[in-house]
Nanobody
Framework: QVQLVESGGGLVQPGESLRLSCAAS????????MGWYRQAPGKERELVAA???????NYEEPVKGRFTISRDNAKNTVYLQMNSLKPEDTAVYYC?????????????????WGQGTQVTVSS
Protein backbone atom coordinates (compact mmCIF):
# COMPACT_ATOMS: atom_id res chain seq x y z
CA GLN A 1 0.00 0.00 0.00
CA VAL A 2 1.41 3.34 -1.04
CA GLN A 3 1.43 6.13 1.50
CA LEU A 4 2.64 9.69 1.22
CA VAL A 5 2.54 11.52 4.52
CA GLU A 6 3.14 15.26 4.61
CA SER A 7 4.23 17.17 7.69
CA GLY A 8 5.61 20.55 8.65
CA GLY A 9 2.73 22.84 7.84
CA GLY A 10 1.48 25.51 10.20
CA LEU A 11 0.76 29.17 10.80
CA VAL A 12 3.58 31.64 10.20
CA GLN A 13 3.95 35.37 9.67
CA PRO A 14 4.92 36.92 6.35
CA GLY A 15 8.65 36.68 5.74
CA GLU A 16 9.10 33.58 7.86
CA SER A 17 10.09 30.08 6.74
CA LEU A 18 8.71 26.56 6.89
CA ARG A 19 10.03 23.21 5.76
CA LEU A 20 7.57 20.62 4.57
CA SER A 21 8.43 16.94 4.53
CA CYS A 22 6.79 14.05 2.71
CA ALA A 23 7.63 10.52 3.77
CA ALA A 24 6.85 7.84 1.21
CA SER A 25 6.25 4.14 1.72
CA UNK A 26 5.10 1.34 -0.50
CA UNK A 27 6.99 2.62 -3.55
CA UNK A 28 10.54 2.40 -4.83
CA UNK A 29 11.16 6.00 -3.96
CA UNK A 30 14.36 6.48 -5.94
CA UNK A 31 12.70 5.78 -9.30
CA UNK A 32 9.75 8.11 -8.75
CA UNK A 33 9.63 11.78 -9.55
CA MET A 34 8.20 13.79 -6.67
CA GLY A 35 6.16 16.93 -6.71
CA TRP A 36 4.63 19.48 -4.38
CA TYR A 37 1.30 20.99 -5.34
CA ARG A 38 -0.92 23.43 -3.49
CA GLN A 39 -4.56 24.39 -3.50
CA ALA A 40 -5.92 27.60 -2.06
CA PRO A 41 -9.62 28.05 -1.25
CA GLY A 42 -11.62 28.57 -4.42
CA LYS A 43 -8.66 27.87 -6.67
CA GLU A 44 -7.45 24.91 -8.66
CA ARG A 45 -4.57 22.75 -7.52
CA GLU A 46 -1.30 24.07 -8.92
CA LEU A 47 2.27 22.88 -9.14
CA VAL A 48 4.71 24.40 -6.68
CA ALA A 49 7.85 22.42 -7.45
CA ALA A 50 8.93 19.03 -8.75
CA UNK A 51 12.09 16.98 -8.65
CA UNK A 52 13.17 14.19 -10.96
CA UNK A 53 14.91 10.98 -10.06
CA UNK A 54 18.33 12.45 -10.86
CA UNK A 55 17.68 15.70 -9.06
CA UNK A 56 16.46 17.94 -11.86
CA UNK A 57 13.98 20.50 -10.60
CA ASN A 58 11.04 22.50 -11.87
CA TYR A 59 9.52 25.50 -10.09
CA GLU A 60 6.51 27.60 -10.77
CA GLU A 61 7.30 31.28 -11.24
CA PRO A 62 5.70 32.62 -8.03
CA VAL A 63 8.02 30.55 -5.83
CA LYS A 64 11.28 30.74 -7.77
CA GLY A 65 14.09 31.99 -5.58
CA ARG A 66 12.07 31.45 -2.39
CA PHE A 67 11.30 27.73 -2.32
CA THR A 68 13.66 24.78 -2.70
CA ILE A 69 12.67 21.19 -3.34
CA SER A 70 15.05 18.37 -2.41
CA ARG A 71 14.95 14.65 -1.89
CA ASP A 72 16.70 12.13 0.31
CA ASN A 73 16.42 8.72 -1.29
CA ALA A 74 17.94 7.02 1.75
CA LYS A 75 15.04 8.33 3.85
CA ASN A 76 12.34 8.03 1.17
CA THR A 77 11.54 11.67 1.85
CA VAL A 78 11.07 14.79 -0.23
CA TYR A 79 11.30 18.27 1.26
CA LEU A 80 10.08 21.72 0.40
CA GLN A 81 11.98 24.54 2.04
CA MET A 82 9.85 27.66 1.91
CA ASN A 83 11.46 31.00 2.69
CA SER A 84 10.16 34.55 2.59
CA LEU A 85 6.60 33.31 2.83
CA LYS A 86 3.80 35.54 1.63
CA PRO A 87 0.06 35.55 2.43
CA GLU A 88 -0.60 34.33 -1.11
CA ASP A 89 1.33 31.14 -0.29
CA THR A 90 -1.53 30.15 2.02
CA ALA A 91 -2.90 26.82 0.81
CA VAL A 92 -3.07 23.11 1.46
CA TYR A 93 0.18 21.61 0.20
CA TYR A 94 0.15 18.14 -1.31
CA CYS A 95 2.96 15.74 -2.03
CA UNK A 96 2.78 13.57 -5.14
CA UNK A 97 4.78 10.67 -6.55
CA UNK A 98 4.93 9.67 -10.20
CA UNK A 99 6.34 6.67 -12.05
CA UNK A 100 8.38 9.00 -14.24
CA UNK A 101 11.95 10.22 -14.11
CA UNK A 102 11.55 13.88 -14.96
CA UNK A 103 10.35 16.80 -12.85
CA UNK A 104 6.94 16.96 -14.43
CA UNK A 105 4.51 19.79 -13.90
CA UNK A 106 1.55 17.74 -15.11
CA UNK A 107 -0.66 16.44 -12.30
CA UNK A 108 -1.87 13.56 -14.49
CA UNK A 109 1.67 12.16 -14.51
CA UNK A 110 1.59 11.66 -10.75
CA UNK A 111 0.18 8.36 -9.57
CA UNK A 112 0.00 8.86 -5.82
CA TRP A 113 -1.00 11.77 -3.61
CA GLY A 114 -0.79 12.60 0.05
CA GLN A 115 -3.58 13.99 2.19
CA GLY A 116 -2.08 17.47 2.37
CA THR A 117 -0.81 19.81 5.04
CA GLN A 118 -2.13 23.30 5.71
CA VAL A 119 0.18 26.28 5.38
CA THR A 120 -1.18 29.63 6.54
CA VAL A 121 0.77 32.85 6.19
CA SER A 122 -0.81 35.67 8.11
CA SER A 123 0.12 38.51 10.40
Amino acid sequence: QVQLVESGGGLVQPGESLRLSCAASGIIFSINAMGWYRQAPGKERELVAAIGTLGSTNYEEPVKGRFTISRDNAKNTVYLQMNSLKPEDTAVYYCAAGKIRWASGRPDEYNYWGQGTQVTVSS
